[in-house]
């Protein structure tokens, strides 16, 4: 499959495939996110969606379909026959243009919120360390965590450690930014602090594919929302479409779970 060439796509997912053992979790998924564009995906438990972001930057090989972030296949080549996975070195390099934020905020204990952000630009793009503590500290100021850049993460709230990794994978100024359900492991009166970060990456147009049932979020951030079942997607279209007027009486019926 030749790269996608129209510019303004950030991903361009084709016919996306993966099982584990019997069962298929991806059956046959495309999406496509363009430069700018803040996208939802909703969905019941076990419907694929955390797996389809898994397979965006490869911490989970497709078994068929392609994949490509900037017109570039993630942690893959095209072979004759399909896909074919890279070295791990090379796997790495590809993901770099991506940035992953998990429902744990999986921090380096041992380094403090400023540590912890400028850590990868250093050892793995090589900037040097001052200006790449400099611009940990404008991103942690970015975040609304100026004032903690000397903190651990023991000594941070839930909300606050997710913002140091937001904060963390901005520092990889990544053309992409995956979010897996970024508040389901908070406390309901920290949801809101990270949310409101958030919403400020999508007005300020980077490019984000978000699975989150934060129905607020969705209706005044996203440009799109996809509803995911069963490995598929069923429906997409505006937060106003899906939210208000869904076409399918699946995402009715999981929507008026949510209220």
């Known amino acids: 499959m030749v790269a996608p060439t129209r510019p303004e796509l950030v991903l361009s997912a084709r016919d996306v495939v993966k099982s584990?053992?019997?069962?298929?979790?991806l059956d046959g998924v495309s999406l496509d996110v363009r430069r700018g564009e803040a996208v939802v995906i909703i969905g019941?438990?076990?419907s694929g969606k955390t797996t389809f972001l898994r397979c965006v930057n490869h911490l989970e090989p497709i078994d068929g379909g392609h994949i490509h972030v900037n017109g570039h296949p993630v942690g893959y080549r095209e072979g004759a026959n399909g896909p074919?996975?890279?070295t791990p070195r090379a796997?790495?390099?590809s993901r770099r243009s991506i940035g992953f934020v998990f429902q744990k905020f999986n921090l380096f204990p041992h380094l403090t919120a400023l540590?912890?952000?400028s850590a990868a630009p250093i050892r793995v793009l090589g900037v040097p360390k001052q200006q790449a503590r400099d611009e940990a500290r404008a991103l942690l100021d970015r975040v609304g965590l100026a004032s903690k850049e000397a903190a651990y993460p023991g000594a941070?709230?839930?909300?606050?450690?997710q913002r140091v990794a937001i904060a963390r994978a901005l520092a990889m100024k990544p053309a992409l930014m995956l979010f897996d359900e970024p508040t389901s492991a908070l406390d309901p009166e920290m949801v809101g602090e990270v949310i409101a970060v958030m919403k400020e990456l999508a007005a300020d147009g980077m490019t984000m594919l978000v699975v989150s049932h934060e129905?607020?979020?969705?209706?005044?951030?996203?440009?799109?929302?996809v509803m995911?079942?069963?490995g598929a997607i069923v429906e997409q279209g505006t937060p106003a479409e899906l939210i208000d007027s869904p076409s399918t009486q699946r995402t009715r019926s999981f929507l008026s779970r949510l209220a």
Not at 156 to 161: A, I, N, P, V
Request: net charge neutral.
């Open 215 to 225: 129905m607020g979020f969705a209706r005044s951030a996203a440009d799109r929302m």
């Open 20 to 25: 584990f053992g019997s069962t298929r979790v």
């Open 156 to 161: 941070l709230s839930g909300g606050q450690q």
């Open 115 to 117: 540590d912890n952000v």
């Open 84 to 86: 074919v996975e890279r």
């Open 44 to 46: 019941p438990s076990g």
């Open 228 to 230: 995911f079942d069963e």
């Open 91 to 93: 796997i790495a390099k």
